[in-house]
């Protein structure tokens, strides 16, 4: 999708142009076209996501539609932020994407003098942004009328309430007239956030910058234990099914993406990564590579997969557990875009088996362990049994879990078995199974055991 799909005036586009921005991010492709419909909304956004341009360019398009009256004028707009910093950074945004047209925003926070801030009101703006607390002094005081708001805004509404602003919010709110759009943003969907989206907005949408959890259920997950030496065998293993076509790869480290891409390229498989190192140029030409399918494995750390937004990756591998394990998640939404079957296939080393009990914890269930597969860890943990799912409060698994790295789901501490056990322990269908030899099928013909998505045939 690109930025002139979405119907903006010319004088955003060219200044969205000017920002460098190439295409909308997830958050702003489904956000902008509802905002414009005026509906009400609840977008689940943390700040990173291009949340702030989600509701920013579609509220412009809207006061665009009327024409601007000249000379005082009592804000239209008015956006709620928790901290001073936020609220200068949206107001910023919001002078530099309407840069090109009349429309004035002004900000307002607390902890300055308040001088300049009345003389900015009294000059009439568009668009307010404002911290709770000065906004209601100046209310309070009568420089400032609220009485013409069409549309509001709550941002980072998780912080608001964190912060011990809810009486300030319902403050704010019955000074606004009733006839509004009202949109809020959170980065977690928790139950009291769920309170106060139903006392503030109507019949809204849901837009989520994360993949929902329904997404995230179409993704068939497989673990496998692996040691740490042998994950590159154990992927080159998989690489053999022609099935994965198009494949995300991440590794903890920027030296680790470097090293499995030289690994693949070595025995002629073409992957490029995709880090923090490389130039703007150099991700710009792998991500190109990638969607044209010049490129079958993609090797990534988080923070450069961020903005991969490529439709059709049929396999997701996790080489390294992430540390966080909300980023677990985040990882497999990669594949099974569109409502699609994915696949993700998550590696785990001795050493990473408590990260794993984190992130199991997290979503509440077991990743499915892979049943058949080549370079089995020789100490396999015991097919999971009693795990206590972790209450799901977000739709988008945004909250962390309360427990620390180290407690295992499986009951108990530290190694669940030795060397011994895993041969001895009773097996359920969803174990691991320790191959017979190291990966037999190894040149001789396409793993019969490389996963496959239920509908596949990609
Ligand atoms: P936000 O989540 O609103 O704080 O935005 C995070 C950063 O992403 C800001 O520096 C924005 O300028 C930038 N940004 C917003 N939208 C886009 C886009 N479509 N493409 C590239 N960068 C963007």
Redesign the pocket.
């Known amino acids: 999708m690109h930025f002139q799909d979405l119907k903006l005036h010319a004088a955003l586009l060219d200044a969205v142009r000017a ?1 460098g ?5 997830p958050i ?1 492709e489904q956000a902008i076209p509802l905002v414009l419909t005026g509906k009400d909304l609840m977008g689940c956004a943390k ?7 989600a509701f920013a360019l579609p509220i412009l398009d809207t006061l665009l539609r009327v024409p601007v009256p000249t000379g005082r004028r009592n804000p239209r707009v008015l956006v709620l932020t928790p901290t001073r910093e936020l609220a200068a950074q949206v107001a910023d945004n919001f002078a530099r994407y309407g840069g090109r047209t009349r429309l004035r925003t002004t900000v307002i926070f607390g902890g300055v003098s308040q001088h300049a801030q009345e003389i900015a009101i009294r000059g009439g703006c568009d668009i307010l942004v404002a911290t709770p607390g000065r906004l209601l002094d100046l209310c309070g005081q009568r420089l400032l009328s609220l009485a013409s708001i069409e549309i509001f805004v709550l941002d980072e509404a998780d912080r608001m309430l964190d912060m011990g602003f809810i009486n300030d919010i319902r403050k704010v709110v019955a000074m606004l007239p009733p006839a509004r759009q009202n949109l809020m943003f959170s980065a977690t969907f928790a139950d009291e956030i769920k309170t106060l989206a139903g006392s503030i907005l109507k019949a809204p949408e849901f837009v989520a910058a994360d993949p929902p959890a329904t997404t995230v259920e179409l993704i068939t997950q497989q673990l496998c234990f692996v040691e740490r030496a042998q994950k590159i065998d154990l992927l080159l293993h998989f690489l053999k099914d022609p099935d994965m076509r198009r494949v995300l790869a991440f590794t903890r480290t920027k030296h680790g993406a470097d090293k499995v891409v030289r690994q693949l390229q070595r025995v002629g498989i073409k992957a490029l990564a995709i880090h923090g190192n490389k130039s703007q140029n150099a991700r710009t030409h792998a991500m190109d590579e990638f969607r044209k399918g010049g490129t079958r494995v993609m090797v990534a750390t988080d923070i450069a997969a961020r903005g991969i937004d490529i439709d059709d990756i049929t396999h997701v591998v996790i080489m390294d557990l992430p540390n966080e394990p909300d980023i677990f998640v985040h990882r497999i939404g990669r594949t099974g875009r569109a409502g699609e079957a994915g696949i993700a296939i998550a590696f785990c080393a001795e050493d990473e088996r408590p990260l794993l009990a984190d992130i199991e914890r997290l979503i509440g269930k077991h990743v499915p362990r892979m049943e058949d597969y080549p370079y089995v860890s020789p100490i396999a943990p015991p097919a999971p049994t009693n795990l206590t799912p972790h209450k799901r409060t977000s739709p988008s698994v945004a909250n962390k879990p309360s427990g620390r790295p180290g407690n295992s789901p499986y009951g108990h501490q530290g190694r669940p078995g030795g060397p011994g056990r895993a041969d001895n322990h009773s097996r359920s269908d969803n174990a691991p199974r320790r191959s017979q030899g190291h990966d037999q099928n190894r040149g001789k013909r396409p793993p019969q055991n490389a996963p496959r998505p239920a509908n596949s045939g990609r």
């Not at 921005?21 to 991010?25: A, F, K, M, V």
């Not at 700040?47 to 341009?53: D, F």
């Open positions: 920002e921005y190439e295409t909308p991010t702003q700040t990173g996501t291009g949340k702030t341009a």
